[in-house]
């Protein structure tokens, strides 16, 4: 067998004959390996690259299961960086070309933004009754991303403390959240 063998179409391999059956033998062990990397809807498809991809001349080749699945690996990584490539392409032409809906803007609308805005001062003015340092430290927490610690750092407090308020804070934003559940159940 070699690939101007007339038998040789394009969806079907040349491969050795010890490949082809170290192949077909082995067959359902690729299926669960492309699986257990996440590939069950397309299983079938990269196993069928793997036999596309088996050379004619096999005999060179020791250890058919280990090259097959070296093959198999690799092919779950050209899919990966492919797959990503395609996301990068996408968001870079859907920057380029502007709102998914033409003649609709992505912004959000003004009754929108209005109402955002009238919630986030209700939150703050909440918060600010909690005091100054949970008002702080919910702020640098949530809005400015440090940690904790840093906080308590920065507000000259224990860790604890910075805990604690933050408890407090999260309860105050829980009870507006419920609050604001109860009044749309009502309406």
């Not at 179409?9 to 004959?17: D, G, I, V």
């Not at 299926?31 to 991809?53: M, N, T, Y």
């Not at 859907?94 to 912004?107: N, R, V």
């Not at 008002?135 to 604890?160: C, K, M, N, P, Y």
Request: charged share 30%; net charge negative.
């Amino acid at each position: 067998m070699n690939n101007d063998d007339p038998e040789c179409l394009p969806t079907r391999s040349c491969a050795a004959p010890a490949l082809e059956a170290a192949f077909l033998s082995h067959r359902a062990e690729l299926i669960s390996f492309f699986h257990r990397r996440g590939h069950q809807l397309d299983a079938e498809d990269l196993l069928h690259e793997v036999w596309l991809r088996l050379p004619a001349d096999g005999a060179h080749i020791k250890a058919p299961l280990a090259y097959m699945y070296s093959i198999a690996n690799s092919l779950i990584i050209k899919r990966y960086h492919e797959s990503i490539q395609g996301r990068r392409r996408d968001r870079a032409w859907g920057e380029a070309t502007g709102p998914a809906t033409p003649d609709c803007s992505d912004q959000p609308d003004a009754d929108r933004v209005l109402q955002g805005k009238e919630e986030a001062s209700r939150v703050l003015a909440a918060l600010a009754k909690e005091g100054e340092r949970v008002f702080r430290a919910f702020h640098r927490h949530r809005v400015d991303g440090l940690t904790q610690r840093e906080i308590a750092e920065e507000l000259g407090v224990s860790l604890r403390t910075v805990e604690s308020d933050l408890a407090r804070a999260r309860l105050v934003v829980a009870a507006l959240r419920k609050s604001a559940d109860d009044l749309l159940l009502s309406i």
